[in-house]
């Protein structure tokens, strides 16, 4: 049911502000229990965390990338926002949003964690 879909513009210039959004529908970006995460692979690299915003409003951000990432969310949208400035060809990458997921094992005391539902990704490209 909740599908999560990123846009932006796929070109962006050396030293300008990378922004995308990620719309999610079939659920609510404020409902408790879940966050929302931003993840990229460059080409030919792994996958990269590289930040998340909580069901309130609260943002966790990679060390390596805390300095220029601001993630924020739009509730009235269901949106959730990345903005990434300064950037270089080394930010060339397929940028992807995802829902992350905490709940109780049934019968016992246990939680899981899953990052459940993925967008399709969107490559951006830094160029000139």
């Known amino acids: 049911q909740v599908q999560l879909q990123e ?3 796929g070109l962006v210039k050396p030293s300008q502000t990378l922004s995308l959004t990620c719309t999610v529908s079939g659920g609510s970006i404020t409902t ?3 966050s929302w995460t931003w993840i990229r ?3 030919g690299k792994g996958l990269e965390w590289m930040g998340s915003i909580t069901f309130s409003g609260n943002t966790y951000y990679s060390p390596s990338l805390k300095s220029r990432t601001s993630i924020s969310r739009d509730t009235s949208k269901n949106h959730i ?6 950037v270089t060809p080394e930010d060339t990458a397929v ?3 995802a829902r992350d997921s905490w709940a109780v094992v049934d019968g016992t005391l246990d ?13 951006v490209t830094v160029s000139s």
């Open 81 to 86: 926002t990345l903005q990434l400035s300064s």
């Open 41 to 43: 692979q460059p080409p």
């Open 7 to 9: 846009s932006g513009p």
């Open 32 to 34: 408790n229990g879940y």
């Open 111 to 123: 939680y899981y964690y899953a990052m459940d539902y993925w967008g399709k990704g969107t490559l």
């Open 95 to 97: 940028y992807y949003c």
